[in-house]
């Protein structure tokens, strides 16, 4: 297959785990007799600097006609004097709008070689398996109106959802369970919220187009606990935008290595951007030490949702826990025994494994 990939290196480490997702790729395309050809704009601090915008309006098109989109990360405290709406942040907000990209899937699972890391005990997070379906583009951060009141005396946000963001959400919840062990929770606060009685109510409709799916609904606050108390009760989470954010941020330490955590953000038609869960980390950036393995797992991501490559995705899992279990590491997790390694090295370990 030929596919083109947009390449949004960033800020910070951004660029130097980006090498390393290509080099993965390219692996993957000599592997799987593909070819995946690469263009390079500019998003972030990066995009300030040299366009005077976080988000250059040839950035936008370049994606829209893309196949697919890797991101690395953005900001650092060179911009961090910018007002909101004109930060390195602001531009990977302004691309998910643009590209309508609603659902933000995060997988979190525990790599048994680095279990000892996590804050939880083993026994608890062993085989643990999550994927968190957080709605992206509407909810509490996007409603109208919000702000202050003239004299600063009142403040307000609106949660506000139409029928059909809930339901196009809801039903991606319901096809990754399908696609998994057939676990959904859906998390709500429908005993304050209307919101949430409407995200129920939706939530029940679909459940009869999936007979092979098991729906539980949870509070946030128990969920939140529950994370904690028992991960491994959860196959797929499904939310919306605000309780996804705080709990996949929560589920992200249970496997403790926020440099091993890829993401996706999708919209209907396939079109995805990819990127790892940790940001721009500009205490090491330029050192050659970061993680390359969230980046490089956020591009197995991008097979799979993106170009449908199933087996390609699996490869590429597959050569990164391989790569763990053979005792290799970076600086960042925690090493009891083995071997540490710069990013090139971690990449070139994982090219091999492939
Ligand atoms: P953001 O606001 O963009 O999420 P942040 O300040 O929350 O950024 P990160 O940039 O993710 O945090 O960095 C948090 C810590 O984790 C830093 O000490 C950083 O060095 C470390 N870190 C993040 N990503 C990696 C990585 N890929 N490899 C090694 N260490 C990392
Ligand atoms: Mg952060």
Same mark, same amino acid.
């Given at each position: 297959m030929k596919k083109q990939v947009i390449l949004l290196p960033g800020d910070g480490v951004g660029p130097e785990i980006m090498a390393g997702a290509k080099a993965v790729l390219d692996a993957v395309a000599m592997e799987f007799n593909h070819e995946f050809t690469y263009h390079e704009h500019a998003i972030g601090g990066d995009a300030i600097d040299r366009f005077d915008t976080p988000l250059p309006e040839?950035?936008?098109?370049?994606?829209?006609?893309?196949?697919? +989109?890797?991101? #690395?990360?953005?900001?650092?405290? @060179?911009?961090? $004097? !910018?007002?909101? /709406?004109?930060?390195?942040?602001?531009? =990977?907000?302004?691309?998910?709008?643009?590209?309508?990209?609603?659902?933000?899937?995060?997988?979190?699972?525990?790599?048994?070689?680095?279990?000892?890391?996590?804050?939880?005990?083993?026994?608890?997070?062993?085989?643990?398996?999550?994927?968190?379906?957080?709605?992206?583009?509407?909810?509490?951060?996007?409603?109208?109106?919000?702000?202050?009141?003239?004299?600063?005396?009142?403040?307000?946000?609106?949660?506000?959802?139409?029928?059909?963001?809930?339901?196009?959400? +809801?039903?991606? #919840?319901?096809?990754?369970?399908? @696609?998994?062990? $057939? !676990?959904?929770? /859906?998390?709500?606060?429908?005993?304050? =919220?209307?919101?949430?009685?409407?995200?129920?109510e939706i939530v029940e409709e679909k459940a009869r187009d999936y007979p092979d799916v098991t729906v539980e609904h949870q509070l946030v606050d128990a969920a939140a606990m529950k994370l904690i108390t028992n991960p491994r009760h959860f196959d797929v989470i499904v939310t919306e935008n605000m309780f996804g954010d705080i709990l996949s941020d929560e589920a992200s330490v249970l496997t403790g290595s926020i440099g091993m955590l890829p993401s996706a953000s999708l919209r209907a038609d396939g079109l995805g951007l990819y990127e790892p869960v940790h940001g721009s980390a500009p205490d090491i950036a330029g050192e050659g030490i970061a993680n390359p393995l969230g980046m490089i797992l956020s591009a197995a991501m991008m097979l799979k949702y993106s170009f449908g490559m199933e087996e390609e995705a699996e490869a590429v899992e597959k050569a990164v826990i391989d790569c763990l279990e053979a005792g290799n590491h970076t600086h960042d997790l925690d090493v009891k025994n083995g071997n540490v390694f710069g990013t090139d090295m971690m990449v070139r370990k994982v090219v091999e494994n492939l």
């Open positions: 040839d950035t936008i098109k370049a994606c829209q006609t893309a196949d697919a +989109v890797l991101l #690395g990360a953005v900001g650092g405290p @060179k911009w961090s $004097g !910018r007002p909101a /709406s004109g930060s390195p942040e602001s531009g =990977l907000l302004g691309i998910r709008k643009a590209l309508g990209l609603f659902a933000n899937l995060r997988p979190v699972q525990s790599f048994t070689p680095l279990m000892h890391a996590s804050p939880l005990k083993t026994e608890l997070v062993a085989g643990c398996d999550i994927m968190i379906v957080r709605e992206l583009t509407s909810g509490l951060y996007f409603g109208r109106p919000s702000g202050r009141s003239a004299d600063g005396s009142e403040v307000v946000d609106t949660l506000h959802y139409t029928r059909e963001e809930i339901e196009r959400i +809801v039903v991606r #919840g319901f096809e990754a369970a399908r @696609k998994r062990k $057939g !676990r959904l929770t /859906s998390v709500d606060k429908a005993n304050v =919220l209307e919101s949430s009685r409407m995200w129920r």
